[in-house]
């Protein structure tokens, strides 16, 4: 069956520090690549996607490459912001299949 | 604001007690999916609906059910509430518009809490 897996939390880092949240997958054929942002007491919100090999999503940032020779999509961002503090959560669906998503890693970034 | 409504936002309850939680999806969107987000299990997916049937089911309990109406509005159903089932329990809906087939967008969620 797919699966993904994401980086322990939490991550601590410091403003402008450097972020990377590794996000590994287990599929068969093609899926799409997705990270979603939860923000305290809200629900998931879509951060960025790819659909397919080599493609790079980008939001407010954030950059994730589909990498399919490393079934890979970590997430980057070259300085992060206190308002960045959120639960970060990599998701992998291909159609007319249930989402799989990744437990979540817990972003915190300190002044 | 994702265009995701549910209701209520919050709810508190006893054990062995049944609740409904419904969820109205974005315009145009047809396909609906339940999920339990609970701190020591994470986000799990429950069921999906599509169109009014029933497409695809993950980790949900015999106890629970859920439908999607015609007027693709859905409602998740828990009975025999037991502590363990408090949780933020989140709808998403994909599937219209201009987004594409898979991208979900998810409501605010329900917050169960079972005494």
């Known amino acids: 069956g797919n699966s993904v897996t994401q980086m322990e939390g939490p991550v601590t880092l410091s403003e402008e520090a450097f972020l990377t949240i590794n996000c590994t997958y287990t599929?068969?054929?093609?899926?799409?690549l997705f990270w979603y942002v939860q923000y305290p007491g809200e629900g998931l919100q879509l951060l960025l996607k790819?659909?397919?090999?080599?493609d790079k999503g980008s939001n407010k940032g954030f950059e994730a490459t589909y990498r399919k020779e490393t079934t890979s999509f970590h997430l980057e961002k070259g300085s992060v912001q206190v308002s960045d503090s959120a639960v970060y959560f990599c998701?992998?669906?291909?159609?007319?299949?249930?989402?799989?998503f990744g437990t979540g890693t817990k972003l915190q970034v300190i002044p | 604001d994702s265009g995701v409504t549910q209701t209520p936002k919050h709810l508190i309850t006893a054990t062995g007690q049944r609740v409904t939680l419904r969820c109205s999806p974005r315009?145009?969107?047809?396909?609906v999916y339940w999920y339990q987000q609970s701190l020591d299990q994470g986000l799990q997916f429950l069921i999906q609906?599509?169109?009014?049937?029933?497409?695809a089911k993950g980790n949900i309990l015999e106890r629970f059910s859920a439908q999607q109406f015609p007027d693709l509005h859905s409602e998740l159903n828990l009975s025999s509430l037991e502590l363990g089932d408090s949780a933020l329990y989140f709808c998403?809906?994909?599937?219209?518009?201009?987004?594409?087939?898979?991208?979900?967008?998810f409501g605010p969620g329900t917050r169960l809490t079972v005494l």
């Open positions: 609906y599509y169109n009014g049937e029933e497409r």
């Open positions: 998701a992998l669906i291909r159609p007319l299949q249930k989402v799989t």
């Open positions: 998403a809906s994909s599937g219209g518009g201009s987004s594409s087939y898979n991208e979900q967008f």
């Open positions: 790819a659909t397919k090999a080599d």
């Open positions: 315009s145009g969107d047809l396909s």
């Open positions: 599929a068969t054929g093609y899926p799409s």
